[in-house]
């Protein structure tokens, strides 16, 4: 049985309707990031609108970042409905392979994750490659942590269950700002959530090779992130831990870890490999690798089983981590999301 016909078949449907309309590589297969990001927006502007979540409150900030040039990091920040004082945060950080990607465009997941876990959820507008390569994405997420912890009273959170949460290339700037956070003092990080991180810039494992060529993120598109994002530094041995979190070396320290990743992703081994090296290294590490998942499937079927499967063990685990006590409805508690759990 080949990878295709492996794939979860409701995700395969979807991925399906999707490529009839973008094309038989999907966005990846746009080789221009400008034309990408354009064919994306028009993407966006065929879903319904962004439903009002009455259940939190929502609001922009704008942060003062540490580093050079000290430009204004955008952030979004969603409390749930019931959320107290001293309440855990979530520091959430989109996809979009680094080059494309937004608050706006991950605004229902980031209310989502809110509303699953009884967390505050800051959600960082860092910059985007190529315009801004390395360092500005990183320094970006890290003066958005150093914010939420020093603004702790501000945004009514504990500093000490701050997590930070990101999916694809947000993993791999979660992690580089975990990596940052350690080396720099703080602030302290309680739990690291990656969602099929993209970590490693030298794509050189097998399922980078096999695992590609479905419609969704493709090898492809993975260098030409990476190189975006690298600049000059790309193809050498020059590449920083902080930008390519693979390359570190030391990852002791790091904190508490959950690491999810369908088997038919193609950033599959870079992030099992990485979790390993993190038990190894004495961290605590909850690992997941789902048959059938494919990079992006999240998004493509966000009412598949697998997916609803996978965010409610996620959230789960979010709650257990930050120590959340559960005061969803019981209705909410009892929904198909919980009981697949």
Partial sequence: ?????????????????????????????????????????????????????????????????????????????????????????????????????SVDGDDAKAAELARATGCVVVSVAYRLAPENPYPAAVDDCFAALSWIAEGRQELGIDPGRIALYGPSAGGCLATATALLARDRGGPEIAYLTLVSPMLDDRSSTPSTYVNTGFGAWSREANLQAWEAYLGEDFGTDHVSPYAAPARADDLTRLPPTYVDVGDLDLLRDEATDFAQRLMRAGVPVELHVYPGGIHGGESLAPRADLTVRVRARRHSALRRALRVQDRRPLEARNSRADRSR
Avoid: W
């Avoid at 969603?78 to 004082?85: E, V």
């Fill in 1 to 101: 049985m080949d990878a295709e016909d492996r794939m979860d078949p409701q995700v395969r449907a979807r991925l399906d309707q999707y490529v009839s309309i973008v094309g038989p590589q999907g966005l990846s297969g746009i080789g221009s990031i400008t034309a990408r990001r354009r064919k994306q927006a028009e993407l966006a502007a065929l879903r319904p609108g962004t439903a009002a979540h009455h259940d939190m409150e929502i609001r922009d900030v704008s942060i003062r970042s540490t580093a050079p040039p000290h430009a204004a990091v955008p952030a979004r920040v969603y409390r749930p409905a019931g959320s107290t004082a001293g309440a855990p945060c979530i520091c959430y950080v989109h996809g979009g392979g680094m080059v494309t990607g």
